[in-house]
């Protein structure tokens, strides 16, 4: 079983429809911007239309326009699922068994109002799960949840888990703080229940960290994209979560492996040890941490530290920009001759089996 850990669904108008009527006062509006915009600004990577969501414009995706860069190899209705057959033969084509999916918008909102966060959370989990169910066993969704509402969202995992979702999303920064925070107790009980992982994604919800001036950096660094991610991660090894909840599951997802090395050796102070890279497979072990890797990175220098059973492999399906090259992410990790067959048989199954409870 060949498992796509990190794939994506571009949210669409539909995504909201299943909010009730009392929440309809949170429902996203469509901003059209107008003007030509630089050539790697947002009109280029989204087209014109921005969401406006609790007095914040992210950028939104034109289907179209990304249909069109793939030269025809992926549909509008693969991106958002509405067409789950399309989406299904896109996956055949890359001899993927089973896709992990995660949102697009989601993973760099930074909603204020909690009720509007929890509104959206569970109308953007009851669309996905729709268009899931059309083929539950290869279809499955990392769900969205309100740090801020912890009853709500324990309760909103119960019905997803029940729905197909098989992972819980947290970004790098929830809010102003690191994921590992005691008040999410009751949320990592009720993932270790639920036998679902706690998902880290590349992204952040920090208004903080938005308003840093980076200077001449650009909005799409995609250095500056994973840092909150390496900094949760780098949390989660110092702290005693594996302690508290032993059954806890995190994924590292979509900020590569490669810095994996420097992180480990720095954070975990094995730099004393006799045996440095011995140091960081024992801790990822032992904190059940499981990294995305790409199928580019130099795995024989990283796998020393990462170990055998702590790697799964994404290809961002879905996602613009890349959309030629993610089609061929498992086939081109599966040609690799610098990897032994049987590393690659964890990395695209086995290991993924046991992140996601598949």
């Known amino acids: 079983m060949i498992i796509d850990a990190d794939t994506h669904v ?17 429902r996203p509006a469509v901003v059209k911007i107008t003007g030509e915009g630089d050539s790697n600004g947002p009109l280029r990577r989204h087209g014109s239309d921005q969401w406006l969501i609790d007095g ?4 939104k995706h034109d289907l179209q326009l990304i249909a069109d860069h793939s030269k025809g190899e992926i549909s509008p209705g693969t991106l958002d699922l509405s067409d789950s057959k399309a989406r299904l033969g896109a996956m055949d084509h890359q001899g993927v068994d089973t896709a992990v999916v995660y949102p697009s918008l989601f993973l760099v909102t930074a909603i204020r109002n909690p009720e509007a966060e929890l509104a959206l959370a569970r109308s953007y ?17 990392v769900m969205l949840v309100c740090p801020r509402r912890i009853e709500a969202s324990v309760e909103e995992m119960e019905w997803a888990r029940k729905n197909g979702a098989c992972g819980v999303l947290l970004r790098g920064f929830e809010g102003d703080q690191t994921p590992d925070q005691a008040d999410l107790g009751p949320l990592f009980a ?3 229940d639920l036998d679902m992982p706690i998902c880290i994604h590349i992204g952040h919800g920090s208004h903080a960290f938005r308003a840093i001036n980076m200077g001449g950096v650009p909005g799409q660094n995609r250095f500056v994209n994973r840092v909150p991610t390496m900094i949760a991660c780098s949390a989660l090894l110092l702290g005693d979560l594996h302690e508290q909840f032993p059954k806890l599951r995190f994924a590292i997802v979509e900020a590569g492996s490669s810095w994996l090395p ?3 050796v720095l954070t975990l102070r094995a730099r004393y040890s006799k045996d440095k890279a011995a140091a960081a497979r024992k801790a990822l072990v032992d904190h059940k941490i499981f990294i995305t890797c790409e ?12 170990g055998d059973d ?17 089609i061929h992410v498992q086939r081109d990790f599966r040609a690799r001759e610098d990897i032994s067959e049987a590393v690659k048989a964890r990395i695209l199954s086995t290991n993924a089996r046991a992140l996601y409870g598949l």
């Open 190 to 192: 009720k993932a270790c």
């Open 310 to 326: 702590n790697l799964v492999i994404g290809s961002d399906f879905g996602h613009p920009g890349d959309v030629a090259e993610s």
């Open 125 to 141: 989990n009851r669309w996905l799960a729709e268009h899931c169910a059309s083929a539950p066993e290869r279809l499955k969704f």
């Open 10 to 26: 571009l949210e669409t108008e539909k995504t909201f429809s299943y909010l009730s009527k009392a929440e309809q006062r949170f």
């Open 262 to 264: 420097f992180l480990s």
């Open 56 to 59: 914040q414009l992210y950028g």
């Open 295 to 306: 199928e580019h990175e130099d795995l024989p220098a990283i796998l020393p530290f990462a």
